[in-house]
């Protein structure tokens, strides 16, 4: 597995502005907040300047944000699905797809699975939580709510694209699964029975 240690996070907000458009991540203006969603805590580990209490909020919203996306998916097996989704396995693969793991400031090796793309991207999710959740207790006026609710759609139809495009890959390779599970089992009907002492004669199985 290839390790890597990354150090430079979000040292310009432009890089995560071009970076962010490219990979699909919905662009958050509050840059410090992203600084603190991609640091982790072997470059800080006082409190409010890693990413620990964003990765604790975002863990719920990433939950939250799930269930959702797999309600307009229309899907069975939804338990199932949801444990599947709302992991760190998962959130791991996420951070990775979205390039968001390239920009993690860390002191210390981690690999491509490692739980701290996973608590990255749910930090990332944070950041969202926080914005939303701000901007619910401040919208007085017509103007402010338009803005909630034009971040609520960007991240839930972000999010919702995300998982769709997950469980798409899962079909695929589950259908290519099954192809393949049926083709062996068929290729088991033509190898002729063997002598256990003797073991099989390759020459006569068709391939």
Not at 83 to 106: E, G, H, V, Y
Not at 138 to 164: I, N, P
Not at 166 to 179: D, F, G, I, N, V
Request: net charge positive; aromatic share 8%.
């Amino acid at each position: 597995m290839k390790l890597q240690r990354r150090k430079h996070g979000l040292q310009k907000s432009n890089m995560f502005k071009t970076k962010g458009h490219q990979c699909g991540l919905p662009f958050l203006p509050q840059v410090h907040m992203l600084q603190l969603a991609l640091t982790h805590r072997s470059v800080d580990s006082r409190i409010g300047r890693n990413y620990n209490r964003l990765e604790f909020l975002g863990d719920a919203f990433l939950g939250f944000l799930v269930d959702l996306a797999l309600i307009k998916e229309n899907v069975n097996i939804m338990n199932y699905l949801r444990n599947d989704l709302n992991s760190n396995k998962t959130a791991a693969k996420w951070a990775r797809i979205t390039q968001l793991s390239d920009l993690i400031n860390s002191n210390i090796e981690f690999g491509a699975s490692s739980k701290i793309n996973a608590d990255a991207f749910e930090a990332y999710l944070g950041c969202w939580a926080h914005r939303l959740l701000g901007e619910i207790e401040e919208s007085k006026t017509r103007t402010e709510s338009a803005e909630l609710f034009d971040d609520w759609e960007t991240v839930t139809r972000w999010f919702a694209q995300l998982v769709h495009s997950t469980l798409k890959q899962r079909k695929e390779a589950a259908r290519y699964s099954w192809s393949l599970s049926d083709r062996q089992s068929t290729e088991s009907l033509k190898a002729p029975i063997t002598n256990h002492r003797r073991g099989p004669n390759l020459s006569l199985i068709h391939i």
